[in-house]
């Protein structure tokens, strides 16, 4: 899964679904975050900090949310959102993924991620990549 199949996915979902201007906002908002954040597995962002960079309201960011994961674009428990790919939102799983959207080259040949890699890739969305949030 890559950042242009995520954008995809969502154009075609949005011909089914007719996805509002704030629905729209927010999915591509949570993309930039994603992005930004270096593609963790899920994200614990704040609805303050949602309308904060999406430039949208609390009461829209919840009904939005609401139908992005009707969707199936994204998974949301709490605070913790999580960007659907095509492949997880078809096993309709009732739990959070820890698996990343994305993986290395040397990820995607060998099948898994190291354990000192997931280490280190916790230990940069801790520390080095803090987007200010």
Not at 10 to 24: P, V, Y
Not at 33 to 49: D, H, Y
Not at 93 to 113: A, D, F, H, R, V
């Amino acid at each position: 899964m890559n950042y242009l199949h995520l954008i995809n996915r969502f154009w075609q979902l949005h011909e089914q679904h007719g996805f509002s201007a704030c629905q729209c906002t927010l999915y591509f908002c949570l993309l930039h975050l994603a992005n930004r954040m270096r593609w963790p597995a899920c994200m614990s962002l704040s609805e303050e900090k949602l309308a904060l960079h999406s430039g949208l309201s609390r009461n829209t960011i919840r009904s939005s949310c609401s139908k992005l994961c009707a969707a199936g674009l994204i998974e949301k428990r709490g605070s913790v959102y999580q960007l659907l790919s095509a492949e997880s939102s078809s096993k309709n799983s009732s739990k959070l993924s820890n698996t990343p959207i994305y993986k290395t080259k040397n990820e995607k040949q060998n099948g898994s991620i190291p354990s000192s890699k997931l280490q280190e890739r916790l230990a940069l969305v801790g520390s080095r990549y803090d987007t200010g949030f």
